[in-house]
């Protein structure tokens, strides 16, 4: 698979730390694309089961199971954004603190009941409210669900951290706006 290489290598994730950020991230965006070329983005909770990404949908056949049928390549999105930070002078002159990743793979449809049900309850066991008190393992909608799996073949990682407020401003001043004039007198 040819990939454009990231524009901001200052900002990339250390490989190492993108399967720990999949792991315990909230929910992705998934996009594939239609069979006249147009992309198609949906957001999803997912987990993360023995280095793919497992996602679920209803078995009802929509824009979503139409574009996978007619070209299996995806891309799933998570992120995380920690704050907005001022680096400058001016209201431009501000960064965003995030972590993203980008999955880049080929999408199937799960048909094996087993794999179907190790999904659900590591879906569960994820986001379901540890306070309660239903039965587990015990899913009586498993034959209509479509479960996918989007096995990975390329994977990007960005962040930027938030920086302490000792490297903000105004008490550090990287200010980046083009000609910026000189702060103000009640500024210095």
Not at 150 to 161: F, H
Request: hydrophobic share 35%.
């Amino acid at each position: 698979m040819s990939s454009p290489s990231i524009r901001r290598a200052d900002r990339v994730m250390p490989d190492a730390h993108i399967p720990e950020f999949i792991e315990r991230g909230y929910s992705g965006r998934l996009a594939t694309v239609s069979a006249d070329g147009f992309p198609y983005c949906v957001p999803l909770l997912y987990v993360w089961m023995n280095g793919e990404v497992y996602l679920h949908t209803t078995a009802a056949r929509g824009h979503l199971r139409s574009n996978i049928d007619s070209d299996p390549r995806a891309c799933f999105a998570i992120d995380e954004q920690q704050g907005v930070f001022d680096y400058g002078r001016f209201e431009c002159d501000s960064g965003l603190a995030y972590r993203s990743v980008c999955l880049f793979g080929r999408i199937r449809i799960v048909d094996e009941r087993e794999v179907k049900q190790r999904f659900c309850e590591t879906l569960m066991a994820k986001y379901r409210s540890p306070e309660t008190t239903r039965p587990k393992g015990f899913f009586p909608r498993l034959d209509i669900i479509t479960v996918y799996a989007l096995a990975i073949e390329r994977m990007t990682g960005k962040e930027t951290l938030l920086p302490p407020l000792s490297e903000q401003w105004p008490a550090v001043d990287r200010t980046r706006t083009p000609h910026a004039l000189p702060p103000p007198e009640s500024l210095k």
